[in-house]
């Protein structure tokens, strides 16, 4: 048996038992709705420290920012032990959970880049071309179910880790912005994804309950985007520094006031609130919608059909007997030219087909966003 052989199987039982083993330790947690990231590992003595000083030193750095420009008693929740432990989770023990479905994925990938060198490409079978590719695929299938496991059993804790987040964007890391994004671009995405975390929280805390409380929870929770949007209108809108800064100061009061709550303890959250209510006060009724921006499922797909379009191309030209040599350069060019094409037009086409579509409202009513307006309409029917 040749190295190269060598090599292959023990990927193949490499991706099979760890692959086997972490999703027997996932289902029940997958299915019971219970996966909570750190919720068992959290508890462990000597992992129980594991990024810890970090969270303490990221909330540090906030409150210290907040509190030196004068008294901020709403800064205190920045201290409170479930936060410390949902910044740490989500920041420490999620990445590392998802890290378990990345590795033998990432082992498929190299034993596929191995086995379509050119060189290998006439000596190895289609049959396992095809079973690398598809454990490649089916590792990033678990981590996108993971990921949507954390946010149906967590969405306090995703909530806390978008606010945390946004925090941060607007005092110590308010000159970090990404490269190819304004600071102002960085921190609407932030708001924007802090809205879509909360109705989700008021979509999935509510299950079960009658409706007059599921819809009482969707509206506060419509409010509480109105007012993200509109102090986050303020703040990137036209105004002197001083009232910049004002605006900013409001918008970070109501971003603590919305920890407040989503750090609770679940055997302390007797009730559906979401955020006090003078934070809510001077807010418009309408508020202009989110431009559309694509959505997660869209950017897990269209990438995956592009390798599998482009692996297919390669062992098209493979089987019509032309050398490797050529076809090399030919996918990798038309990789080059086409992943800015599939990135634009793919995830643009797929939103099109996923995107909800909103009625408008009547004549002479109100028109609430499109994030209230959706929620509370399916928390109205009740479906869970």
Not at 198 to 215: N, Q
Not at 258 to 276: C, E, G, H, M, Q
Request: contains cysteine; aromatic residues 6%.
């Amino acid at each position: 048996m040749s190295k190269r052989q060598a090599f292959l199987w023990f990927v193949f039982y490499f991706w099979l038992l760890a692959t086997s083993g972490t999703l027997a330790a996932y289902y029940i947690p997958w299915v019971g709705g219970t996966r909570v990231p750190g919720r068992r590992l959290g508890h462990v003595w000597l992992l129980r420290r594991l990024g810890r000083r970090a969270a303490n030193r990221r909330l540090s750095a906030v409150r210290g920012v907040l509190t030196g420009s004068g008294p901020c008693p709403e800064s205190g929740v920045l201290t409170t032990k479930t936060l410390v432990d949902q910044v740490q989770a989500h920041s420490t023990w999620l990445p590392l959970g998802r890290i378990v479905f990345a590795v033998p994925g990432m082992f498929a990938c190299a034993a596929l880049a191995l086995v379509i060198v050119p060189s290998a490409l006439h000596t190895s079978p289609l049959w396992a071309i095809g079973v690398y590719l598809a454990f490649f695929l089916v590792s990033v299938l678990l981590m996108c179910v993971d990921i949507l496991a954390v946010r149906n059993a967590d969405p306090a804790g995703t909530v806390t880790a978008a606010a945390v987040g946004l925090l941060e964007c607007l005092t110590t890391r308010s000159r970090k912005a990404p490269a190819k994004l304004t600071v102002a671009a960085w921190q609407s995405q932030l708001v924007e994804q802090l809205c879509t975390d909360l109705v989700r929280r008021a979509h999935r805390e509510s299950v079960g309950a009658v409706p007059g409380s599921r819809l009482a929870m969707a509206q506060d929770t419509a409010s509480v985007v109105r007012a993200l949007r509109h102090h986050a209108a303020l703040v990137h809108g036209p105004a002197t520094d001083r009232e910049r800064e004002t605006h900013k100061r409001e918008l970070v009061l109501l971003v603590c006031s919305i920890l407040t709550y989503s750090s609770r303890p679940r055997a302390d959250a007797a009730d559906f609130r979401v955020v006090d209510a003078d934070r809510l006060v001077d807010v418009p009724a309408t508020v202009p919608d989110a431009t559309s921006v694509p959505s997660p499922k869209a950017r897990a797909v269209v990438p995956l059909l592009f390798l599998s379009a482009l692996v297919t191309l390669g062992l098209g030209l493979g089987l019509t007997g032309a050398p490797g040599e050529v076809i090399a350069p030919i996918v990798a060019a038309l990789a080059l030219v086409g992943a800015p094409l599939a990135r634009r037009f793919g995830v643009t086409v797929l939103d099109s087909f996923e995107g909800p579509h909103v009625p408008s409202p009547a004549a002479g009513e109100d028109a609430p966003t499109s994030v209230g307006r959706s929620t509370r309409s399916r928390l109205t029917r009740g479906e869970s």
